[in-house]
């Protein structure tokens, strides 16, 4: 394998037979590496499975060469730039709900980064607080948001 996680990366899509480039830039705390090709859609994968798993074995690899090598995130047509977008815009929908209603808004199950974008997007609400909480037998966890009495 190459030594460089975007190359790591390019010869695993090689491989998997898809004729992709990989553009590098710097991400906060990370690299990031966009892959552009005809069919992101398959890169993507079903809610950006397939694009996690290929970050996953990226990480592993750069990880063994060298412990100290910054997190990759891999994206495939700004897709996860979009998802995290969206995300953002239903964490102010549930904290608009929970004002309206003075009640508890339950967002989830969430992974851990999503559950870190809506964190970091209500935080600047005053009058909001978000906790996240585990789903009782699983290991899902999703968000409560409410509004502050």
Do not use: W
Not at 34 to 41: A, H, K, L, R, V
Not at 85 to 104: H, S
Not at 111 to 116: G, K, L, P, Q, V
């Amino acid at each position: 394998m190459s030594s460089t996680p975007k190359a790591t990366l390019e010869e695993m899509l090689k491989h998997l037979g898809f004729e992709a480039t990989v553009e590098e830039s710097d991400a906060e705390h990370a690299k990031l590496l966009n892959i552009q090709c005809e069919d992101t859609g398959r890169l993507i994968g079903r809610q950006g499975s397939t694009l996690a798993d290929l970050q996953y074995i990226t990480n592993r690899i750069a990880f063994q060469r060298d412990p100290s090598a910054p997190k990759v995130i891999v994206d495939a047509g700004n897709y996860r730039g979009e998802a995290r977008e969206a995300l953002a815009i239903k964490a102010r929908e549930a904290a608009a709900k929970a004002r309206r209603l003075g009640d508890v808004v339950e967002m989830g199950p969430l992974n851990s980064s999503d559950r870190f974008v809506v964190h970091n997007t209500l935080k600047e609400e005053p009058d909001i607080t978000t906790e996240s909480i585990e789903i009782e037998g699983t290991t899902d966890k999703v968000i409560l948001v409410r509004a502050k009495k």
